[in-house]
Structures are given as structure tokens and as C-alpha cells.
């Protein structure tokens, strides 16, 4: 009788202690199961929202935002698919509103939209997916930055490199899309995983891959509390490439030689790789066609630049061919047919082809994506420092 | 001319890139500048929602939620404070939904909710603030963990780490709270900068922090596939004691020897403290009553046990003060005197009293806050590891 006493009072206990984190933290609201991905990869979304007026599901699967129906809880549903296997973000419309998925805690790190991230397996696992290979980890470091700040990037290491202090490694610098952070290759890109599951098969070499943040004068405004200029915000035009120069900048004397000194690398251009996404990608051609003593290895990711900027700023590339091709172990250009960039970058490689540039391209379906830029990683880190 | 034909040829071509972007990524909305901290430490904060009837802004430093304003643009916004200088989790409610800040990349690793995070800096820096000093590393790991899943964890090493190979280091094991994740200690509790800063002024020893997931039984159904069991969401109750089981299994079984393994660690208990925070901190007194033998320093962080559950689970503590006495280095109980947890914590401090096991406690302003837990985690790292 005493013990039941005890267990009754505990449970009770435990009970204000549910309620009470209830009110203590930030609303919770009811348990919600989302997103639920069935066998036959259809996919139940879930969003509690008893006073919306109208839910609609934005997935980087469907064409359109999808609209959700609303139960007498006011929980508000939508099954879709079959979906093709792979990992997709998605976000909910609530009143026109963008939200991530509350109750999914996989998240697309961005500054300006907020989106949630679905996997769809494989009926064989993805190159992306969690196997159960050797795995490399990723690091978070922050390192002196110019304009005495402090910057933040994130390295991921090859399974073995703690265990074979002797062993040195190439390095793939990656850098992400507009808005995007440091951390989206890592969490959106799977590029850890890639790598984990393409070493495991003896596909791709063990190398560093280093992903900084691309927008170092967004971080020095934030640091140094002056009022950020206008070209912190803007994403083209002449300020960004005034951005895209100080980011160059920031690569090239203050990354690398932190890396090189805090991380066991090979330092010669023949071990130093480029590829980025998007602003990244542009970032990386810029760079890239600037430094070509310190990359062997570029590639743009849905990127590409415009004959004209070729002209007034990379003349060099075509002008002297013979030896940009001798340089370049690799000039990479990927982008999908449905990408809104797909015509610039036809007309970046006729550029190139016109002024015999050697280039490897890859033309995949699908648009402007984190999907595609899983498979051009895929691709080229199988390429990359390799004879 | 041609010139100028070319540079309004690339800024057409720059525009039709950022339209692109808009459509062809989630929707991002106009640029809202959102946390804006001001000098005089009020915060304006900003939501664009031009169809949304009602936004409150929702944070840690308001006693209530606060109504925002909305203007001619649909932008609503309002100025709070002077704030006391801290790191706050915040969120807004849009007609009653509970979302993050767009403008905001910074945010709150949780399961359940979506905050975002806003930091008010002092006239000092505060102590989890980014400096000017060495700045250790904090590394995502995998790691073989129970039922043949695969389990993640964050690391923290202290700088200098991979430059004195010879050197072995103590290890504090951080169990976050209920449906927080194994980013939440290092993206919320600024773990890495509290110590970065305190072993710069020679105030807490070189120490490797590791953070796990504290819910490994969510994990496995996730990894498995297998429907999950009704505990896996509950919070408390019988089934909440079987998932601390199965946590703690995890960690002494699986995370322990992975660490010693990986890293390195000086192996015996005087070199081994654990810590947490509500639910990881039950989690964490558990494991450490269970485990004397691996933990000589135990930390408690706005949790605590009831006597009902010492008396019948853990009564070896108090039935034999003095050797517990002799054992534990550090029983710590922390927790705010606004924590609906307080009442809790006096009755298990009556009870260890009673029994003359020593601790050392310490109760603050305040309430169930990672506010708290960065002063918590500032005040016993000074003490662990030491004579």
C-alpha cells in the first residue's frame, strides 16, 4: 500500500513536470508524426494549425505547392507520391506563411527560408545514405578571419585520418549557395556520407573537404556591429562581385593556411580541389580562374559564367588555352535541363568550346537543387585527385 | 559602346538570376532584418506576414507573449527591452502557430519546437561569448550504438588539442533535455565558447566534451523501420524510466568505449564527469548513482530525483553516505528558483541531507532556462578536474 503510495505520488510528480516544460519552453502543441515515409514511398505530411485558413505542403518533389486538408483537430494532412528516393526540403504554407515541419528536426540551414528535409530510401541505399561503412566526422572550427573576425567553417575528415598520423590528404573546397551557410553541404549535401559510402567502395580517394561560409562581409558587419553595407544583402550585380572578391580574399590567405596548418594536407595545387554551388559556383569559377597556382581541380555546380564576364575578367582562360588545359586537371560544369541558369551555362561552354578550353560537363534532369548538387559531388569527388 | 552593351547585357543577365532563384527555392519574401539589437540593448524584432491576423513575439526575456504591429506592407515588428544581456530562445506566433525567424539562421536544435536565437551582448563580453582566444573544435561523430544502429554524437576538444598529441584529457559527458538533440549543448549552451574562454584565463582545466542524443530508443525506430513504441514519445512515466535505461546502456556500453577509443582520453573515474539538463539531467543522475564506478563527478542541471525514486532505485547512495562521500568528487544540484522543478530539487537536497551525502548546490534567478544551464555549465567546469 505504501509502495503504491510512492509510485502514485511519482507519476504524479512526473505529470506536473509534463505539464509545467509545457509552459516553460516554447509552445509544443500536440504530438505530431511528420513527415511519415510509408513502404510504397508515398509520404503523409502533418501540421497542427487549428486557426489557418488554408495549408498547403511546398516540396522540392511536386511542381506546385500541394493543398492540405484539415481534420476536426484542426490537424491538416496530405499524402503524396510515390516519390522518387531521395532527400528533398520541404516547407508548409500556412496562410501564406513559410514554416518548417515542427515536429522534423532535420533542417535545411539557410538565412533567408526556412525548410525541413525528407528522405525517401532507396530500394538499394542511396549514395547518401547512413551505411554501415568507416565514417569520416565533421568539425566545426572557427579561424582568424580578414578584417580581424572570427570565421567559421567546417572540415570533414576521411574514416582512419585520427588513426594514420602519417598519412596526408588532399582537400575539395566546397562552397555553398546564396543564403546558404557553411553547414549546408554538411546537412543538406550529405557530403560526409558520400564520401564515407564512396571510400567504403574504393571510388573516390580519402581527402578533406572544407566548406566555409561564402559570405565573409555579412559576418564582419556582425561582428564588428557596423551598420552592413547595402552589398550584404544584395545578391548581384557589381556588389556582388565586390562580395565575391572578399571572399576570394578570405579563402585564399586566411582559410588555406589555416587549414594547412591545423589539418594534415597535401599542399600543392595538384591536391587542392574547387566546386561550389550556385553564388558558391560562381564564387568557386572566380576563384578558381584567379589562383590557378593553387587549384588543379574546379568545378561549378549550377553555376557557369557569362561569356562576358569571361572576357573583361578571365581572358587568360581562353587566351592561352594550351596551358589552362596543361593547369586544369579538371574544369567541371554540371547543371540540370530545367535549371534557370541551363542556358548560361550552354553559353559558358560554347565560350569555352570556341576558345578550346577542355571541359567536363554533366546535363541531368531536374532544376536548380540540392538533389542535383548530391549527384554532381557524387561525381566528381570520384574524379578528383586522381591520375 | 560595347562595353556598355556588355555590363547591361551581365546585369540583365544577374537579375534574371535572382528572379530565378526566388521561384526555383523555397519562397524567401522580401529582405526583413530581424533580430535588429540595438545599442541601448532594446531588440526590434520583424515578420513579414501580410495575411496574418495576429503575431506575438514569443521569448525568453518576456514574461508573455507581446503583440507585434503590422504596417502598410504587411511587415510587423516590435521594439522590446532594454533586454538583460544574454542568449535567449525565441519564436513567433503567426495566428496562433509557433515558427521561427526567417530574417534569423541562428536556431534552437529541438525535436519538438522551432526557436530561434537572439544574443544580447554585455558592456563585458559575456562568458559565452566569441573572443579573441584559442578556440577548441567540436566534431560530429557516428558511432556503433545499441540494436546495430548507428548513433551521433558532437565532441568539443579543447584548442591545442591536435597540436599535443602526447596529451590525454578528462571527459565531461553533457546529456541535453527533452526533445533537444545532441546539437543542443553545443548550438544552444555555447558549451565550446564557455570553455574556449575559461581555459584562456586558466579558470577550467583542458577538458573533451561529449554531447549525446538522449533518446536512443527513438533513433533505433527511425534506423529500423520497426513502428515506434508508444515510449518513444512519452515523456515520463514507467515507459520514460525504460528509455534512461536504454540511454544509459548506450552510453556506458557503446558511447564510453567509443570515445577512449577515438580520442584521447584519460580513462578512469577521477577523469570522467556527466552533466544535464532536465530530463538528460535525471538521465544523467541515474546513470551516474548506477555507475560510480565510471563517473567520480555528477552533475545536476534543473533536474533532480524524487526521494520515492532514491529510496527504491538508488538507496545505496544514502544507506552508505560515507563512501559515497568518498567517491563522489562532485555531486552537483543546480536549479532556478522559478524552475517549476525547484520545489523538486529542495525535497531530493532535504533528502540526500538527511542522509549526509554531501553536495554542492547552487540556485539561481530564474527558471527552466538553457539561460540557466550556460551558468550551470560556467560554474562546474571550474570545479571539475581539480583537487
Avoid at 226 to 241: L, Q
Avoid at 375 to 380: L, P
Amino acid at each position: 500500500m505504501k509502495r503504491l503510495a510512492i509510485i502514485t505520488r511519482f507519476f504524479l510528480c512526473l505529470l506536473l513536470l509534463t505539464f509545467s516544460i509545457v509552459k516553460a519552453q516554447p509552445p509544443r502543441g500536440p504530438l505530431v508524426v511528420s513527415p511519415e515515409v510509408h513502404q510504397d514511398k508515398k509520404i503523409t505530411f502533418r501540421y497542427q494549425a487549428p486557426r489557418a485558413k488554408e495549408v498547403k505542403l511546398s516540396a522540392q518533389f511536386e511542381k506546385a505547392p500541394v493543398s492540405m486538408t484539415k481534420d476536426s483537430t484542426g490537424l491538416w494532412s496530405v499524402t503524396v507520391g510515390p516519390v522518387k528516393p531521395d532527400s528533398y526540403p520541404y516547407s508548409f504554407q500556412v496562410d501564406g506563411i513559410t514554416v518548417m515541419d515542427p515536429a522534423n528536426v532535420a533542417y535545411f540551414p539557410n538565412e533567408r527560408f526556412k525548410a525541413s528535409m525528407v528522405d525517401v530510401p532507396g530500394e538499394e541505399p542511396l549514395v547518401f545514405a547512413m551505411k554501415n561503412v568507416p565514417h569520416g566526422t565533421v568539425t566545426y572550427e572557427y579561424y582568424p578571419s580578414i578584417q580581424e573576425t572570427t570565421g567559421s567553417l567546417v572540415v570533414y575528415t576521411p574514416p582512419g585520418y585520427e588513426k594514420n598520423p602519417s598519412l596526408k590528404y588532399p582537400v575539395f573546397y566546397l562552397i555553398s549557395g546564396t543564403t546558404d551557410t557553411e553547414e549546408t553541404f554538411f546537412k543538406v549535401g550529405r557530403v560526409n556520407l558520400i564520401l564515407d559510402n564512396l571510400i567504403a567502395e574504393g571510388k573516390a580517394n580519402p581527402m578533406i573537404v572544407v566548406m566555409p561560409y561564402g559570405n565573409p562581409l555579412a559576418r564582419i558587419a556582425e561582428q564588428t556591429g557596423k551598420p552592413k553595407p547595402a552589398y550584404v544583402m544584395v545578391r548581384d550585380g557589381e556588389d556582388a562581385i565586390k562580395r565575391a572578391q572578399l571572399f576570394e580574399g578570405d579563402l585564399i590567405h586566411q582559410v588555406i593556411p589555416y587549414i594547412d596548418k591545423n589539418y594534415r594536407t597535401l599542399t600543392d595545387r595538384n591536391n587542392r580541389a574547387i566546386g561550389g554551388f550556385s553564388r558558391g559556383g560562381g564564387q568557386t569559377l572566380r576563384a578558381g580562374f584567379n589562383n590557378m597556382d593553387t587549384f588543379a581541380w574546379i568545378c561549378s555546380f549550377s553555376a557557369g559564367l557569362s561569356p562576358a564576364e569571361m572576357e573583361s575578367n578571365y581572358k587568360h582562360i581562353g587566351a592561352d588555352a594550351k596551358k589552362t588545359n596543361e593547369q586544369l586537371r579538371l574544369l567541371w560544369i554540371s547543371v540540370g535541363t530545367d535549371d534557370f541558369l541551363y542556358q548560361g551555362n550552354v553559353a559558358f561552354m560554347e565560350y569555352l568550346k570556341s576558345k578550346n578550353v577542355k571541359y567536363k560537363s554533366l546535363l541531368t534532369d531536374g532544376g536548380h537543387t540540392w538533389m542535383n548538387v548530391k549527384t554532381y559531388v557524387t561525381e566528381t569527388v570520384q574524379i578528383v585527385f586522381k591520375n
